[in-house]
T-cell receptor
Framework: DADVTQTPRNRITKTGKRIMLECSQT?????MYWYRQDPGLGLRLIYY???????NKGEISDGYSVSRQAQAKFSLSLESAIPNQTALYFC????????????FGSGTRLTVV | KQEVTQIPAALSVPEGENLVLNCSFT??????LQWFRQDPGKGLTSLLL?????REQTSGRLNASLDKSSGRSTLYIAASQPGDSATYLC????????????FGKGTKLTVNP
């Protein structure tokens, strides 16, 4: 079983719909992250969390929200999806800031039509 | 603003060849640098992490070097194999404990049998 699991793997949704992407991990890491990857732009950080009571904005948080339901679960929501949110979304975990070695999920390919 | 550049964007080599992938960054005040591998349809796998105080790291056929003063890192792959075909990304973490990693756009490597 994967250490960092993302669901769904693929999703097509309509403009204006609310959608949630889920991430769970079995690595026991405190730090969790959401990234998006766009062709030609690389990976960009959306939100991150150090523990259940901690949520921090990344560089492109507008239009997104997150929830850290438990140490092992971190979900990303698009309240009202728009076409330019079409991208590949990755969840990642890390055991400490010093090392910062990230473990990534397999990604969710989201298409907003 | 930190910028990370990877050249070339794509590279094709015959099996068995030794090769070097390049990563350059504009701000030398980095905490660490990581090299990742990304396979199609999958997430990123961390290959090597070099702390700012280190010059290189090795894992199997992979060797990564870091020259902060010149803003460069290289990933050396010895005796390349078709299974090494993937996109390789580098990412730098800013000094000061920032959670934000700045990613390059990657080099797509194809190793031909």
């Amino acid at each position: 079983d994967a250490d960092v699991t993302q669901t769904p793997r693929n999703r097509i949704t309509k403009t204006g719909k609310r959608i949630m992407l889920e991430c769970s991990q079995t690595k026991g890491h405190d730090r969790m992250y959401w990234y998006r990857q766009d062709p030609g732009l690389g990976l960009r950080l959306i939100y991150y969390s150090f523990d259940v009571k901690d949520i921090n904005k990344g560089e492109i948080s507008d239009g997104y929200s997150v929830s850290r339901q438990a140490q092992a679960k971190f979900s990303l929501s698009l309240e009202s999806a728009i076409p330019n949110q079409t991208a590949l979304y990755f969840c990642a975990t890390s055991d400490s800031p010093g090392q910062g070695k990230l473990s990534f999920g397999s990604g969710t390919r989201l298409t907003v039509v | 603003k930190q910028e990370v550049t990877q050249i070339p964007a794509a590279l094709s080599v015959p099996e068995g060849e030794n090769l070097v992938l390049n990563c350059s960054f504009t701000d030398s005040a980095i905490y660490n640098l990581q090299w990742f591998r990304q396979d199609p349809g999958k997430g990123l796998t961390s290959l090597l992490l070099i702390q700012s105080s280190q010059r290189e790291q090795t894992s199997g056929r992979l060797n990564a070097s870091l020259d902060k003063s010149s803003g460069r890192s290289t990933l050396y792959i010895a005796a390349s194999q078709p299974g090494d075909s993937a996109t390789y990304l580098c990412a730098v973490r800013r000094w000061g404990g920032s959670e934000k990693l700045v990613f390059g756009k990657g080099t797509k490597l194809t190793v031909n049998p």
